[in-house]
Every structure is written in C-alpha cells, then in structure tokens.
C-alpha cells in the first residue's frame, strides 16, 4: 500500500512554461513534505520542503504548495529550463523517526 | 571529499560473495541512513542510525547487515545475496534524527546479483 504517490511518470513542458508535479499521500500523521531532484548516475537532490502548519513555501523559481484536506501537494517550477530536466520525487515523514517515505518518481522534460 | 560519498559505485557480486558498501559524510551530521530502489519503484528506507545506534530496521531480511562505526561512516555488508536484491543502494545522513530535517543523498551503489 503506497502512502505517497505521484500518478503523473513524466511530463514534458516548453521552456519558460509553468511545470507543476503532483503528489498525493494517504497517512494523515506526515507533518513534514520534501521535494527531490535526480539526475542520472547521482543521488537524490534536496530541493524544497514544506511543513504542515504551512500551505505555501517558495524558493526561487520553485514553489511547494500543500492542500492539507485534500492530502495534497504540488510542486510549481516557474519559468522552466532545460536544466531542471530530472526526475523529482515527493517524500513524506511524520514525527522524529527520520522514516522518510518516497513517491514513485515524475520525469521532467522541459525542450528548449 | 564534501556531501556524502559511496563507494564503490558499481558492484557485480555472485549469490556466494561476500562484498560490502560504504558511504562516508563530510557534513557532521548525526543520523544516516541506507535507502534501496529498484527497478520501477520508490525508493525504500532500509535502516537508520542515529549517533552509531540503530533506530529503524524496515523488515530487511538478514543478509543485509548494517554497521556504523562511528557517525561519519555507515557500511552495509552483503551476503548470499539474491538476484532480486540487485537495485541501487543508496545512503544518506541528515543533522539530526528530528522532525522537519532533510536528508542528503550519496550517488549510489548501482549493485548487480548475478
């Protein structure tokens, strides 16, 4: 049973367009909500997270929105570049256990 | 070295070897972590230490055996493994074993059971 799920596999955007990748969660105990990138042939990147006392986080070009009642979040890449080209993963956690639970994976294509 | 480091990157062992991971963090954090993905699926914590003791087994059968000699350093060492154990294993360490805190990624250890 899969607590974190991004439905989407991939997603193909024009440069300088909006990406938005979606994450869904089922366990309403997570509190704390990560965003990662992955290029290939490296390790998962942090790039934005969110607590649950929030519904709003922004950084840059990137904006992490969580729905609370919906049990759900979406990541904002604006205006997209060919560099942002990865596959993202949305990641959950509750409490202080470090247990973090991962989503599936989205591929991001933004062409130029 | 900076980040967190894994060596080696690439391993081919047979179901009869014994080899071993290693990942080394340069950042003084506190709990690390070994994560496993295979193909077509999430990646899936393993373990967790937190100041050299381990806090988490997720269920991880006994051929797969951790050890944290210090918290820099976390090894996971491999034996009769099974050709379904072959996915990337990958380690990460965070400041802390705390609410609200990221975890930082080695690159991974692509790992082949023939």
């Known amino acids: 049973d899969q607590q974190v799920k991004q439905n989407s596999p991939s997603l193909s955007v024009q440069e300088g367009r909006i990406s938005i990748l979606n994450c869904d969660y089922t366990?309403?105990?997570?509190?704390?909500f990560l965003w990662y990138k992955k290029y290939p042939a490296e390790g998962p990147t942090f790039l934005i997270s969110i607590s649950s006392i929030k519904d709003k986080n922004e950084d840059g070009r990137f904006t992490v929105f969580l729905n609370k009642s919906a049990k759900h979040l979406s990541l904002h890449i604006v205006p997209s570049q060919p560099g942002d080209s990865a596959v993202y993963f949305c990641?959950?956690?509750?409490?202080?256990?470090?247990?973090?639970?991962f989503g599936q994976g989205t591929t991001l294509q933004v062409k130029p | 070295e900076t980040g967190v480091t894994q060596t080696p990157r690439h391993l081919v062992m047979g179901m009869t070897n014994k080899k071993s991971l290693k990942c080394e963090q340069h950042?003084?954090?506190?709990?690390m972590y070994w994560y496993k993905q295979s193909a077509k699926k999430p990646l899936e914590l393993m373990f967790v230490?937190?100041?050299?003791?381990?806090?988490e087994n997720n269920s991880v059968p006994s051929r797969f055996s951790p050890e944290c000699p210090n918290s820099s350093h976390l090894f996971l060492h491999l034996h009769t493994l099974q050709p379904e154990d072959s996915a990337l294993y990958l380690c990460a360490s965070s400041l802390r074993l705390a609410a609200y805190t990221e975890q930082f990624f080695g690159p991974g250890t692509r790992l082949t059971v023939l």
């Open positions: 366990n309403s105990m997570f509190d704390y």
């Open positions: 990641a959950a956690m509750g409490g202080n256990t470090g247990k973090l639970i």
């Open positions: 950042l003084g954090h506190n709990a």
């Open positions: 230490y937190n100041f050299k003791e381990q806090t």
